[in-house]
């Protein structure tokens, strides 16, 4: 298994402030975050990760594992020159932040796993997802993920960003989006959930069919430090649904860890 191409992001915000990294999803890019993070900059340095092959991350052509992809952040992320940060990720995003958790427990001071697991899906409809983007591409992706992607009403109130992340879908290169489904498929933290010790806030939208409340509770009751949080109007990518509660819970979580470190 390789290190997977990332891309970051420019920082944004002030340089001398903590900073913060967010993860985005399967099939988007740093859009996904982009209504986020002007309130997140007003009080935290902030960079996005682009998922291999999505957005500015260059293609994928080798297998990987979610574990790499978290190897490759915290290599991105040294390389900035620095030595803790807080977290934020959504969907495979938060898969990513569970093994940065897990394999470099010493620089993430803190980290909110959104709308993800720590077990996505079953093995099979994620190899099937693969072969169906190999052979026909993520064009055909677009309805479906459009249907569990936004809560009611979402398309209509913000048609810029969500029809700006279904372009994204289908820009995403096709054999890295297969070959994140297959890291997907062999995906599976829970065994390890109690290693986790720094503080987690597990995040779900009310509308989600695919990571429902249940997925995000056994993340926040399986780690030593979680708790748990719901979103009433969002569905699978809270921060296109509902920015201003996805920004809202974050700022009050990573509040508490900077406030409490410095007390």
Known sequence: MTVPPIALSA????????????????GTSSVLWENVVPTLAER???VIVDMPGHGAAAPAREP?????????VAEAIRGLGEQRFLYAGVS????????????????????????????????????????????????????GSAQRWF???????????????????????????????????????RPLLRDIGVPVLAVWGAHDEVTDE???RLIAEGVRDGRAVGLAEASHLPPADDPAGTAGVLLRFFDEITEGAAS
Not at 11 to 26: I, K, Q, T
């Open 11 to 26: 920082p944004v915000g002030p340089e001398d402030a903590p900073l913060v990294v967010l993860g985005a999803s399967l």
């Open 44 to 46: 935290y340095r902030v």
């Open 64 to 72: 990987f594992t979610i574990g790499g992809i978290a190897d490759a």
């Open 92 to 143: 495979l995003g938060g898969a990513v932040g569970l093994e940065l958790l897990l394999r470099h427990p010493g620089l993430v001071r803190a980290a909110a796993i959104i709308a993800s697991g720590a077990i996505l899906g079953e093995p099979q409809g994620w190899l099937d997802r693969a072969a169906q983007v190999r052979a026909q591409s993520t064009s055909t992706l677009i309805i």
């Open 151 to 189: 809560a009611p009403g979402s398309m209509e109130r913000d048609p810029v960003i969500t029809g700006r992340l279904l372009h994204v879908l289908q820009d995403t290169d096709d054999e890295s989006y297969a070959l994140c489904c297959e890291a997907l498929a062999r995906y599976d933290v």
């Open 214 to 216: 249940r997925s995000l």
